[in-house]
């Protein structure tokens, strides 16, 4: 049974109780048990559990300190291309919008590779836009091999694939694959993916089934907060991980935390999330899914960043650019404006005088076949 076979079984207005729930001595009781299930985990989003946040903050502190260390892993995102056949009204990169459109080339691809390596990063993470026509999957492939040359993880975050083309990507040298569902509510998902193949929720929400048939080791998901009702799509993503973490137990699913900037396209989102609703999220889903690995952009503001290091990150991006060429030439438009701008040494002495170890390696190619 596939991921969207199970969605279809669940009620949602069966979660509303938990949800909806006033009483904090509930979310007490959760906090005390040694292992909660998912009901448990409602109770940790809902207003009761507001009111006890600090307690819940400091299990999530303990738990991601006994499961991680205390230890930060970077990354660095590469933009291919901004090409894009979609129209998902929140992007820049939206088909209907006038932008420089840049697909770069294997040269350019090799300097972006280079300037990052030289910097320090050992982790990768290729981007590309929907246009399988411009960079499709031989272009994607090209791009994975040049990339082995220099870095040890290859992450991507692409358009979804069939299971024969993502295991061309994964015999290239790929590791992971993120694929962020936008949004679980399908209502609301068609009403923001207004053309282009994107308009498929449910080839978009078997994905991350594809990806770890076809071989990734990991995969990252994911809502992009503010199209929906944040309880909904926190509910939702709780599932869709441990759907996916009891299915594929081999592999690692990562979770990530992207909230719309409304700075990007002059979207007006429509349901704004707070620093404390999102720290709320993800305390919960810390306490539910202690083994997960929480990846943190630079979409969020330099101080905010730094609260999460303390609290239940495992990896963060740092000095991203987020067009294509944007480490060596820089002047195509970008998908989102970055809010933390400082660099990968920055970022490392952040982290160091906070008592964590940055890690900028933590995976070997000779790890296969004995783990
Ligand atoms: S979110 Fe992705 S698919 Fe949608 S317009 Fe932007 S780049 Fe294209």
């Given at each position: 049974?596939?991921?969207?076979?199970?969605?279809?079984?669940?009620d949602?207005?069966?979660f509303?109780?938990?949800?909806?729930?006033e009483?904090?001595?509930?979310?007490?009781n959760?906090?005390?048990?040694?292992?909660?299930n998912?009901?448990?985990?409602?109770?940790?989003?809902?207003?009761?559990?507001?009111?006890?946040?600090?307690q819940?903050a400091?299990?999530a502190?303990e738990?991601t300190?006994k499961?991680?260390?205390?230890?930060?892993?970077?990354?660095a995102?590469?933009?291919?291309?901004?090409?894009?056949?979609?129209?998902?009204?929140?992007?820049g990169?939206?088909?209907s919008k006038?932008?420089?459109?840049?697909?770069?080339?294997?040269?350019?691809?090799e300097?972006?590779?280079?300037?990052?390596?030289?910097?320090?990063?050992?982790s990768?993470?290729?981007?590309?836009g929907?246009?399988?026509?411009?960079?499709?999957?031989?272009?994607?492939?090209?791009?994975?091999?040049?990339a082995?040359?220099?870095?040890?993880?290859?992450?991507?975050e692409?358009?979804?694939?069939?299971?024969?083309e993502y295991?061309e990507?994964?015999k290239?040298?790929?590791?992971?694959?993120t694929?962020y569902?936008?949004?679980?509510?399908?209502?609301t998902?068609?009403k923001?993916?207004?053309?282009?193949r994107k308009?498929?929720?449910e080839?978009?929400?078997?994905t991350?089934?594809?990806?770890?048939?076809?071989?990734?080791?990991?995969?990252?998901?994911?809502?992009l907060?503010g199209?929906y009702?944040?309880k909904?799509?926190?509910?939702?993503?709780?599932?869709?991980?441990?759907?996916?973490q009891?299915?594929?137990?081999?592999?690692?699913?990562?979770?990530?935390?992207p909230?719309?900037?409304?700075?990007?396209?002059?979207f007006?989102?429509?349901?704004?999330v707070?620093?404390?609703?999102?720290?709320?999220?993800l305390c919960?889903l810390r306490i539910?899914?202690?083994?997960?690995?929480?990846?943190?952009?630079?979409?969020e503001?330099?101080?905010?960043?730094?609260?999460?290091?303390e609290?239940c990150?495992?990896?963060m991006?740092a000095?991203?650019k987020?067009?294509?060429?944007?480490y060596?030439?820089d002047?195509a438009?970008?998908?989102f404006?970055?809010?933390?701008?400082?660099s990968?040494s920055?970022m490392l002495?952040?982290?160091?005088?906070?008592?964590?170890?940055p890690?900028?390696?933590?995976?070997?190619?000779?790890f296969?076949g004995?783990?």
């Amino acid at each position: 049974m596939s991921f969207y076979e199970k969605f279809g079984e669940y009620d949602y207005s069966n979660f509303k109780k938990y949800l909806d729930n006033e009483d904090k001595d509930l979310v007490l009781n959760v906090l005390k048990k040694e292992k909660i299930n998912f009901f448990d985990y409602l109770y940790l989003l809902s207003n009761g559990a507001k009111k006890v946040l600090p307690q819940i903050a400091s299990l999530a502190r303990e738990l991601t300190i006994k499961r991680f260390g205390k230890v930060i892993n970077f990354y660095a995102p590469i933009y291919l291309s901004n090409e894009c056949s979609n129209s998902c009204i929140y992007c820049g990169f939206n088909h209907s919008k006038e932008i420089k459109r840049t697909t770069l080339t294997k040269d350019e691809i090799e300097k972006e590779l280079i300037a990052l390596k030289e910097v320090g990063f050992d982790s990768v993470l290729l981007l590309t836009g929907e246009s399988p026509k411009i960079a499709g999957l031989d272009y994607i492939k090209e791009a994975v091999i040049m990339a082995k040359k220099y870095f040890t993880y290859i992450g991507l975050e692409i358009y979804p694939m069939s299971e024969e083309e993502y295991r061309e990507l994964v015999k290239a040298g790929a590791n992971g694959l993120t694929i962020y569902q936008e949004t679980y509510h399908k209502e609301t998902y068609d009403k923001v993916h207004l053309k282009g193949r994107k308009k498929n929720f449910e080839w978009r929400l078997d994905t991350p089934d594809r990806a770890f048939l076809a071989g990734f080791r990991k995969v990252g998901i994911g809502a992009l907060l503010g199209l929906y009702d944040l309880k909904y799509e926190a509910s939702i993503i709780g599932l869709h991980a441990e759907y996916l973490q009891k299915k594929y137990w081999r592999g690692e699913v990562t979770l990530s935390f992207p909230r719309i900037n409304p700075k990007e396209t002059g979207f007006d989102i429509p349901y704004s999330v707070t620093d404390k609703d999102l720290v709320q999220m993800l305390c919960a889903l810390r306490i539910f899914l202690p083994d997960t690995p929480f990846l943190l952009s630079t979409r969020e503001k330099p101080e905010f960043r730094d609260k999460l290091i303390e609290l239940c990150i495992t990896q963060m991006s740092a000095g991203s650019k987020t067009n294509p060429g944007g480490y060596t030439k820089d002047d195509a438009k970008e998908q989102f404006e970055v809010s933390d701008k400082r660099s990968l040494s920055e970022m490392l002495e952040v982290v160091k005088n906070k008592g964590y170890d940055p890690v900028l390696k933590d995976w070997e190619e000779n790890f296969l076949g004995i783990i």
